[in-house]
């Protein structure tokens, strides 16, 4: 996580930006496909997974989808035409080198916000993972494997929260201060449970 944070930091152009941006957006959709096509879901059981990717299909896109959707590679290539055409509208509507410090700054945001709660996780996981030994499980196995799903599940948590901010931000909702931080829509206060997270991605705090 030190590293990412590094990485992003060492963004410094429009060619940095859109390596990492479409770097989160390839993964959200791989992850996407994968679940989709290993299920062997159909369109109409996909559609409430795709609306997870937040973006917005007309008419003639969501049928162009269901035609294709036997067509792994196709859908692939529909998505991610589809994000870039949003992400590069984002650009041009905030202006390269502004959007480029909102989408910095909001990834900071995140990886704070995200890495708080794995460590509150993983205090409460060794407490979880004591008890195991009463269930014949080795307690430090048990805590290693829990303390890897928990960072796992960190990292695809962040791709969530920047990809959704971008996807759904607007212009007039963002103000950049002159500190290192953003406030989206209303100032800031204490986050509980299922509040919205801080980082204006749109999703919900959960522990």
């Known amino acids: 996580m030190y590293s990412k944070r590094n990485n992003i930091l060492k963004i410094s152009s429009a060619g940095d930006l859109d390596q990492y941006v479409r770097?989160?957006?390839q993964d959200r959709i791989n992850n996407f496909l994968d679940f989709v096509y290993t299920n062997r879901l159909d369109f109409e059981k996909a559609q409430t997974?795709?609306?997870?990717?937040?973006?917005?299909?007309?008419?003639?896109?969501?049928a162009e989808i269901q035609r294709n959707?036997?067509?792994?590679?196709?859908?692939?290539?529909?998505?991610?035409?589809?994000?870039?055409?949003?992400?590069?509208?984002?650009?041009?509507?905030?202006?390269?080198?502004q959007f480029m410090e909102i989408i910095k700054?909001?990834?900071?945001?995140?990886i704070d916000f995200l890495w708080t709660i794995h460590l509150e996780k993983m205090e409460a996981l060794r407490?979880?993972?004591s008890l195991q030994s009463y269930a014949q499980k080795d307690p430090l196995v048990e805590y290693k494997r829990l303390s890897y799903e928990s960072y796992e599940e960190l990292l695809s948590k962040?791709?969530?929260?920047?990809?959704?901010?971008?996807?759904?931000?607007?212009?007039?909702?963002?103000?950049?201060?002159?500190?290192p931080s953003i406030i989206i829509s209303g100032e800031k206060?204490?986050?509980?449970?299922?509040?919205?997270?801080?980082?204006?991605?749109?999703?919900?705090y959960k522990h």
């Open 23 to 25: 770097g989160i957006y």
């Open 49 to 62: 997974y795709l609306a997870d990717l937040t973006l917005h299909f007309s008419e003639d896109e969501t």
């Open 69 to 97: 959707f036997n067509k792994k590679e196709r859908i692939q290539n529909i998505l991610e035409q589809k994000m870039e055409t949003v992400y590069r509208e984002k650009k041009v509507k905030f202006g390269e080198i």
């Open 105 to 110: 700054q909001i990834s900071l945001q995140a």
């Open 127 to 129: 407490d979880s993972a």
């Open 158 to 179: 962040f791709n969530d929260y920047v990809l959704d901010f971008i996807m759904k931000v607007e212009k007039k909702e963002v103000k950049v201060e002159a500190k």
């Open 189 to 204: 206060k204490k986050v509980g449970r299922n509040d919205p997270c801080p980082c204006g991605s749109g999703k919900k």
